[in-house]
């Protein structure tokens, strides 16, 4: 049976200059979901993911995390439960060298210091980090590299939930790849992962479902196939779909069973194309 990670009800923010920044957003997501939360500046993603992670309270509604109210829950155990990346890497590392950015959460939870270089060495693996970054200052590597370390320094945490915001920041396709694909390998492993972005090509490629905000509201939520091809909603939201979604809105084939199943990577693309050619000549 499918286990609930987040319930979102009714939620309402409004910042301190009064702009309604979320207005009554419900949303349901359940353990093991890859999610993308796409939508234009200002619609209101970054604040909801905020929200989920307790970095904000909200003036409306509740969010439960694996069942419980996060106004119960203690910094601790929303810390341990949910991991939030910042957009600016910046904004997140504050310690004078990587590894003991790493460690700055293990440490704090009071676990021994061989297992928080267990978890340091852990995480560096996964962001791609090796040993000979450990004892060099995180302020003087370029932003690719920062932006890795703020990501290990929640995976070090070990969080069931990860709300990263713009992954791919500062990255080239080729590293932005090698990104997705570690946190492709942890929602595999079981943690649900939610990335916030306006990469739409990585939305096609890694996100199973697809969440598009629109002025403080959700005004789609879906598998992400069906999403891209709803071209007139999410032109209202000033999101433009990948490429290949909108040659298949142009070929009007969107309705065909083979053309709506993980065709949206040039790839797939291809192999469906190949596959529906074949069978239309049979």
């Known amino acids: 049976m499918t286990r609930e990670a987040i319930r979102v009800e009714d939620l309402t923010y409004v910042y301190r200059?009064?702009?309604?920044a979320l207005n009554g957003v419900s949303l349901s997501v359940d353990e093991g979901e890859f999610?993308?939360?796409?939508?234009?500046?200002?619609?209101?993603?970054?604040?909801?993911?905020?929200?989920?992670?307790?970095?904000?309270?909200?003036?409306?509604g509740r969010i439960?995390?694996?069942?419980?109210d996060t106004k119960d829950m203690r910094v601790k155990e929303l810390a341990t439960s949910v991991g939030y990346v910042f957009q600016n890497p910046d904004h997140q590392i504050f310690n004078s060298t990587v590894f003991d950015e790493l460690a700055f959460g293990p440490r704090n939870l009071?676990?021994?210091?061989?297992?928080?270089?267990?978890?340091?060495?852990e995480a560096a693996k996964i962001v791609g980090l090796?040993?000979?970054?450990?004892?060099?200052?995180?302020?003087?590597?370029?932003?690719?590299?920062?932006?890795?370390?703020a990501i290990g320094s929640i995976l070090a945490l070990r969080p069931k939930i990860l709300i990263i915001d713009e992954p791919t920041?500062?990255?080239?396709?080729?590293?932005?790849?090698?990104?997705?694909?570690?946190?492709?390998r942890l929602n595999e492993r079981g943690h649900t992962v939610i990335i916030i972005t306006h990469e739409m090509e990585?939305?096609?490629?890694?996100?199973?479902?697809?969440?598009?905000?629109?002025?403080?509201?959700?005004?789609?939520?879906?598998?992400?196939?069906?999403?891209?091809?709803?071209s007139d909603i999410?032109?209202?939201?000033?999101?433009?779909?990948?490429?290949?979604?909108?040659?298949?809105?142009?070929?009007?084939?969107?309705?065909?069973?083979?053309?709506?199943?993980?065709?949206?990577?040039?790839?797939?693309?291809?192999?469906?194309?190949l596959k529906y050619l074949k069978n239309k000549s049979i």
């Open 64 to 68: 439960l995390i694996y069942g419980r």
């Open 234 to 273: 999410l032109a209202r939201a000033f999101v433009r779909p990948p490429q290949v979604a909108r040659i298949l809105s142009s070929l009007n084939l969107s309705n065909n069973q083979l053309l709506t199943n993980d065709a949206l990577t040039p790839e797939k693309f291809a192999e469906v194309i």
């Open 110 to 121: 009071l676990l021994p210091e061989d297992e928080v270089r267990q978890r340091v060495l």
């Open 169 to 184: 920041t500062g990255q080239d396709w080729r590293q932005s790849l090698e990104i997705m694909e570690f946190l492709k």
């Open 202 to 230: 990585i939305v096609a490629r890694y996100a199973r479902r697809t969440v598009v905000m629109s002025e403080g509201r959700i005004i789609l939520d879906g598998p992400t196939s069906e999403v891209f091809l709803e």
């Open 35 to 60: 999610i993308g939360l796409i939508g234009q500046n200002g619609s209101g993603k970054t604040t909801l993911a905020k929200c989920i992670a307790g970095l904000l309270k909200p003036a409306r």
């Open 130 to 149: 090796s040993e000979e970054h450990f004892n060099q200052s995180p302020f003087f590597l370029p932003k690719g590299l920062r932006q890795r370390i």
């Open 17 to 20: 200059d009064g702009t309604l």
